[in-house]
């Protein structure tokens, strides 16, 4: 299935060939998500395993899959409220800052900041045309997938301590090196080194997406590295630009 939202760095496009990367279901008894973004792996399938993990440390983000998985109702009625228009994203964007919004409320206004933004960057208003009510019906059947989903809201180290163990996958998709800016939470070079640490002291199997640049091609070097290339779906027409990308794995 899709998931209910796009988000910045969203695999949507590769999310075949990433689980095609997966290893033997028989191997793995948990799956966890470190940086889950709109989840686009985690949707790919029904079940990757029997103990599921859905963990991003954007705190909003977090609160709109909780509310999805939880109060996928009242988030339904909140929305219907909410117009799609210029003047509700500006508005949805700024009553973010407030404070006293219910957890609904927020998520609603998140949701609809997501939906309405130019690529999700959160910032400015995309005129395409969208189908909300589909949108909106749809946060039903995500809610049912989610249902025996754990979400987290943790950074990345302490989710590979908690969740770590010999029959773990770890799907991680980080922000990647040099582009780290586009995200809300800084990801400064001390964690992408903090993330190789982490990594090596596993014990479980770990599949890491990243750029294809060298440095990240030199800090990896010890692991099997799977060349991959996709369409930047930020520009439209048939030049469009490719990006190219890795996969690394310890298995
Ligand atoms: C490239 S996106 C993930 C996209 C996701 N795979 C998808 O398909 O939608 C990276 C995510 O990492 C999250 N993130 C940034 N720093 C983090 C940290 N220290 N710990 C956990 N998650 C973090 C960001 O909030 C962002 O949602």
């Not at 909780?66 to 508005?91: G, I, T």
């Not at 010890?222 to 030049?239: A, C, F, T």
Request: aromatic share 14%; net charge negative; with cysteine.
């Amino acid at each position: 299935m899709n998931s209910f939202i796009s988000w910045i760095g969203g695999k949507k496009l590769l999310r075949k060939r990433i689980v095609a990367e997966f290893p033997e279901k028989e191997s793995f008894n948990r799956y966890i998500e470190v940086f889950g973004g709109a989840g686009w792996i985690l949707f790919a399938s029904d079940k990757h395993a029997e103990i599921e993990v859905y963990n991003d440390v954007n705190g909003n983000l977090v609160n709109l899959f909780r509310c999805v998985k939880y109060h996928s109702e009242a988030l339904q009625k909140e929305l219907e409220f909410l117009l799609m228009s210029r003047e509700q994203f500006f508005d949805a964007k700024e009553q973010m800052e407030i404070r006293g919004l219910t957890d609904i409320q927020r998520a609603a206004r998140f949701y609809i900041v997501i939906k309405e933004s130019f690529g999700s960057d959160l910032r400015s208003f995309s005129v395409r045309p969208k189908n909300i009510d589909n949108a909106i019906n749809y946060i039903q059947t995500v809610s049912e997938r989610l249902n025996t989903v754990v979400i987290e809201n943790q950074d990345f180290e302490c989710i590979l301590k908690t969740y770590d163990k010999e029959d773990a996958l770890f799907y991680l998709d980080p922000p990647y090196f040099e582009t780290e800016k586009y995200y809300p939470d800084r990801f400064i070079l001390e964690d992408h080194v903090r993330l190789k640490a982490a990594l090596k002291r596993l014990e479980g199997k770990f599949l890491l997406s990243y750029n294809d640049c060298e440095y990240i091609r030199e800090v990896y070097k010890d692991y099997e590295i799977i060349e991959m290339e996709r369409m930047n779906n930020l520009v439209q027409g048939e030049k469009r630009p490719r990006f190219k990308e890795v996969l690394i794995k310890n298995y």
